[in-house]
Each structure stands twice: as structure tokens, then as C-alpha cells.
């Protein structure tokens, strides 16, 4: 059996620590390696623990969780660590703010505890991964300045290449294009590679608005 997913749970409130601790307990695959209560605490404690996943609060006394997050991603001891933004603000500043500093997705608090638990699997995963209502915004944003690092054609891509996209502007995790594909989990991997190369993009949220600027997606998620 694999090892569990590490989860380092971050937040100034203890209700939230504590419910938290209880949904991530609860979840298969999944278990919480610790706790901090500021943004230097999770620093130094994401130093000792090495998690795989660092559920991440923003606003917090004791260093803000964007210059944690910051901290944490640019820690060369730290590649191994993802974190998963999660918030009761869905402010753009916030969510533009967690994105430079290297966080992987963007959740909201209200998010369902089984949304929860996936969000955490998909981030460990290497999936980036955002609530609905922010990833439409942030879709929106980058349009309406044109994603200038995003390659303006397809023409490079195969047809499955472009397939996979679709699958990925719709916001289906790795194991659901391979399930609608009928290939491997491996060789969706491959072609998410192969995608951020070709489209020169540096994630997998640039590969959703690339999907959008093409036209494979449309806001309503519809083909």
C-alpha cells in the first residue's frame, strides 16, 4: 500500500484547525502530519514535518500565509511540497497574490468536506486546482490580457493532444481524462507534458485558459 498523503494544517482559528484535522483524519489516503497557527509557524514547521500538502490560510497574525507560502515553495528543501490555498475570501487580489507565490490552487472554506479530501489527493498529485466560481475569474483575467506566454495556435498539438486539453479546460482530474480517454494514467501524464511544452505553459491553469482562448471550452463548461 502507498504511504498516506502528509497534510500540514494551517490556520489561526482552532474551530477550523480542529474541523479540518477531523475531514483529513476521516479521508482514505490521507492524514494530518501537523499544525501551525501563523505564518511563521508553518514555515518552520513545514521545515521539520516535509509534508506533502500544506493546507494554507491567508489571513493570518504572525506572517501571512502568501509570504509562508512563498517561503515554502521557494525552499529548495521543500520541492516535494505543494500548497493548497484555502480561504473564506475569493478576493483577486488574494488568489493573483497565492498564485505568484507558487500555491498550486485556490479553495474556498465553504468547499464540501469530500471536495476537501480530493482537492488535497489532486494537489499532491500535481494537478493545480481551483473552486469553480475562482478559476471562471481567473480564466477571465488572463483573457482579458491576452496570456501572452500561452502559444496563440494548436497546430502543434496531435489530435489526442488536443482531446486531453478539452478534458483539462473542463476541469477533470488525471485519473477522470484517463477514465474518458480509455488510456493510462501514465499516458495522460505524457500528454500533460507534452502540452505544457508545446503551449509553453507554466501550469496546468494556463492549459484551462488555453482551452478557453481556443475555444475547446466555453464558460459553460460546454464544448
Not at 468547499?111 to 494537478?127: F, Q, V
Amino acid at each position: 500500500m502507498s504511504e498516506p498523503v502528509r497534510v500540514l494544517v494551517v490556520d489561526d482559528q482552532p474551530l477550523i484547525r480542529h474541523s479540518l484535522r477531523l475531514i483529513i483524519g476521516g479521508a482514505p489516503g490521507l492524514v494530518v502530519a501537523g499544525e501551525a497557527d501563523t505564518g511563521e509557524a508553518a514555515v518552520a514547521r513545514a521545515g521539520v514535518l516535509r509534508p506533502a500538502v500544506v493546507l494554507m490560510d491567508i489571513r493570518m497574525p504572525g506572517g501571512d500565509g502568501i509570504e509562508a507560502t512563498r517561503r515554502i515553495t521557494a525552499d529548495p528543501a521543500l520541492t516535494g511540497t505543494r500548497v493548497l490555498v484555502l480561504s473564506m475570501f475569493e478576493l483577486d487580489e488574494y488568489v493573483h497574490a497565492a498564485l505568484r507565490a507558487g500555491a498550486s490552487g485556490f479553495l474556498l472554506k465553504d468547499a464540501e468536506p469530500g471536495r476537501l479530501a480530493e482537492a488535497i489527493r489532486r494537489t499532491h498529485g500535481g494537478e493545480s486546482l481551483f473552486a469553480p466560481s475562482i478559476l471562471t475569474r481567473l480564466v477571465e483575467h488572463y483573457l482579458d490580457r491576452s496570456a501572452p506566454q500561452v502559444a496563440r495556435t494548436l497546430d502543434v498539438l496531435t489530435g489526442r493532444e488536443a482531446e486531453v486539453l478539452t478534458l483539462v479546460g473542463r476541469g477533470l482530474s488525471n485519473q477522470e481524462i484517463a477514465q474518458a480517454l480509455r488510456i493510462s494514467m501514465g499516458t495522460v501524464k505524457t500528454h500533460i507534458g507534452s502540452l505544457l511544452s508545446k503551449l509553453h505553459a507554466r501550469d496546468r491553469a494556463q492549459l484551462v485558459i488555453a482551452a478557453y482562448e481556443q475555444a475547446l471550452v466555453s464558460p459553460s463548461g460546454q464544448r
